[in-house]
């Protein structure tokens, strides 16, 4: 693809500082830029750095100092790379219509310009909006609703009653609506609860690799509009994920947990069942969220304590070896004394 960098400016709304005639091929980072690439740079010191790159163009701060290359002036310097970027990625290979090789169960809906790829499974009574993918290797099970213009790639397994809404993207591997982890212990073994529920997934929600998703003993597991899941996430049953949270890679959640909208779930966070975390708290890598979060929290460590509360902790922590030689001398200074006395 070849663009310009006037063509450019008017897409992501900016203004242009040099030659706005120079053609574009490509887009890369500052670091591997050649000739016919666009850049970006968030700040004066990566502008400078930019400015030495081999690209033959910046998408630069709305004001700052000048560069010998041609600027494209912008608000928000890394969303507009974002949306170049967008214009520069490879379509995807995406099969038009049922390739002959599906399997295909009694009464499916489909909207138009669907494509379903080579060895999929699509059971009974399912439902398929217009526009939406699926890959090979998927299985979608009965009763199954998916929206419009939806993405399921290659092995992606939707289990009975599940219901995508519109422009939702689940990666390979993901598993939706498996049985809760239920069970009671009688008479000395573990009993087994049926999971008769399902899973509910809002529109513009995207899904990374490997997630697992249980539904519901009841009613429904529940994931949020705008939400974005990373890889290697557990939800369990009838938990219930707000709008446009973020959920990074490893977090697990226990079952019956009310998150809140925007919501963040830093990487190998935990969190106990039937607890609430209020709407904008923010969870810190590692921490382990054992009781109720209020609106706009900031927690971190393995007891899910303020921020601040455990950033002094792990302070004193570290000051544990000078503390400990000094109460050593404080009782050898002590013994001294009693000995004197005596």
């Known amino acids: 693809m070849q663009t310009t960098v006037g063509q450019l400016a008017e897409l992501i709304q900016g203004s242009v500082e040099g030659d706005a005639n120079i053609p574009i091929l490509g887009i890369s980072s500052i670091e591997d830029a050649r000739d016919g690439d666009i850049t970006y740079a968030e700040n004066e010191k990566l502008l400078s750095s930019a400015g030495r790159s081999q690209a033959s163009a910046v998408i630069a701060p709305a004001s700052g100092q000048s560069s010998d290359k041609p600027l494209i002036r912008v608000k928000n310097p890394r969303f507009a790379f974002a949306q170049v970027l967008r214009i520069f990625a490879p379509e995807p290979k995406v099969y038009k219509g049922i390739h002959p090789s599906a399997i295909l169960g009694e009464n499916l809906t489909q909207g138009e310009n669907i494509s379903i790829h080579s060895l999929a499974h699509i059971g009974d009574n399912v439902k398929i909006g217009a526009n939406s993918v699926i890959y090979p290797f998927a299985y979608i099970g009965d009763d199954v609703v998916i929206g419009e213009n939806c993405v399921i790639y290659p092995h992606v397994v939707l289990h009975n009653n599940t219901e995508i809404g519109d422009s939702v993207v689940i990666h390979s591997g993901s598993v939706l609506g498996t049985d809760g982890f239920g069970y009671m212990f009688i008479e000395n073994r573990h009993y087994k609860i049926p999971q008769i529920g399902r899973v509910i997934i809002e529109n513009d929600v995207e899904i990374g ?122 009782e050898r200074r002590l013994a001294e004394l009693e000995k004197g006395k005596s």
């Open 209 to 330: 690799a490997n997630v697992t998703i249980d539904r519901a003993r009841t009613g429904s597991t529940t994931i949020g509009a705008g939400t974005k899941i990373d890889n290697q996430v557990h939800i369990g049953h009838n938990v219930s994920v707000g709008r446009n949270c973020v959920i990074v890679a490893q977090v697990g959640v226990s079952g019956s947990v009310d998150i809140g909208d925007g919501v963040i779930l830093a990487g190998q966070v935990g969190v106990k069942d039937h607890v609430t975390i209020g709407d904008g708290t923010i969870v810190c890598a590692q921490a382990a969220v054992i009781s109720d979060l209020p609106k706009g929290s900031f927690v971190s460590g393995p007891y899910g304590r303020a921020h601040q509360s455990e950033l002094r902790a792990k302070a004193l922590q570290m000051k544990l070896p000078e503390i400990f030689d000094h109460v050593k001398d404080l």
